[in-house]
């Protein structure tokens, strides 16, 4: 929780063991395992906190860093011109060498405000170089019945590969490069110095923020919303049309000074026309964590266990079936995605 306004922090890094993690989800609630001698909270915008068990409650405190908004940086900083740096920066600040990374996979469905369908994964991943893209390799698959009305994201790999901003035209990346920025601000941190880019489009179709280390430029988190400004009515001829669509990515730095991605969300409302005219609102929600960052001679190569081109409901069989749902150490459920459930079972 932030120590003044007592609200809860979504997002927060919790860093413990080998390379291994956890991320606070909406409603700030984190999993913290109890069997490490050394742990490190931390989220942009806040002060890094370090605990030993002792210091373990069930609610932590971070405080905010205040934003320095410098006239004279203000005038001199050419937004644009050091977003393009940051994005051409991407090859030497990122890793290059192949890893693994074991993550969690959550996607969810509701139809005018009721939970119809959800999928959660385990897996791991594998990336061999920076341009390639990644592979997965799914330990278990929970998912709900299928709905029929409405197609879910195929799977992981393909959800991880359109948030990975590595890759040769990254599509999340693609998209940024055609809005405008403005300098709000840098935090000052022990560390670092972090600035705030502004994003923002004249018509108010795109909002959002980045935020990126003053060293190297190096990209820390990028956070965007894309509204739809010209809804025409719903016909039989285009009858599905997307009125928002949210995408939140953090990125993550390892013990060598690299970058990895460790987060990321997509937030998809949509509305559509069916064949007897009627009208329904769609909230499609997609979100990956990683918990553990492989590096070295560990590194495990495989190629991805099923075809991510298809849905998992058509290939969920080729892997172990989780017995039930639980509430992930990697990513706890929130107070929403538990109502999704209900809905569905009850």
């Keep these: 929780m932030d120590s003044l306004s007592l609200q809860p922090i979504p997002y927060a890094n919790l860093e413990f063991g080998n ?10 609630i984190i999993f913290v395992p109890k069997n490490h001698n050394r742990y490190i909270l931390s989220h942009l915008g806040y002060q890094t906190k370090k605990l030993n068990p002792n210091d373990l409650k069930d609610t932590l405190y971070l405080k905010a860093l205040a934003y320095n908004l410098d006239e004279v940086v203000l005038h001199n900083f050419n937004a644009k011109d050091t977003i393009l740096k940051a994005f051409r920066n991407i090859p030497k600040n990122f890793l290059s060498q192949p890893y693994n990374q074991e993550g969690i996979f959550r996607y969810s469905l509701k139809e005018n405000g009721k939970g119809v369908e959800m999928i959660e994964t385990d897996f791991l991943s594998y990336k061999p170089r920076l341009e390639d893209e990644n592979m997965t390799k799914i330990y278990e698959v929970k998912k709900t019945e299928k709905y029929k009305k409405i197609n879910l994201l195929s799977g992981v790999a393909e959800f991880l590969n359109l948030m990975d901003p590595t890759l040769s035209n990254a599509p999340v990346l693609e998209k940024l490069k055609t809005l405008n920025f403005n300098y709000a601000g840098r935090i000052d941190n022990k560390h670092e110095t972090i600035y705030k880019i502004e994003i923002y489009k004249e018509d108010n179709s795109a909002i959002g923020h980045i935020f990126l280390s003053k ?9 965007v919303e894309y509204f739809r400004t010209a809804q025409s009515p719903l016909t039989q001829e285009d009858p599905n049309y997307t009125t928002r669509v949210a995408s939140l990515i953090k ?3 390892s013990e060598n000074g690299k970058q990895f991605l460790s987060y990321a969300e997509i937030t998809n409302d949509i509305k559509s026309l069916f064949k007897n005219d009627s009208i329904y609102d769609f909230r499609i929600k997609g979100k990956i964590a990683f918990n553990k960052l492989i590096e070295g001679k560990e590194v495990k190569k495989f190629n991805s266990n099923y075809n991510s081109k298809k849905a998992f ?3 969920v069989a080729k892997f172990k079936q989780k017995q039930k749902w639980t509430n ?7 107070s929403e995605e538990l109502e999704i459930l ?3 079972y009850n």
Excluded: F, R, Y
Excluded at 19 to 28: A, K, M, R, T
Excluded at 215 to 223: G, Q, S, Y
Excluded at 328 to 334: A, C, D, I, N, Y
């Design 251 to 253: 990125i993550n730095t």
């Design 342 to 344: 209900n809905h569905i």
């Design 328 to 334: 992930s150490e990697m990513l706890p459920m929130t």
């Design 215 to 223: 060293k190297n430029l190096a990209l820390k988190e990028i956070k």
């Design 19 to 28: 390379h291994q993690g956890s991320v606070s989800n909406e409603e700030g």
């Design 313 to 315: 409901n058509k290939t």
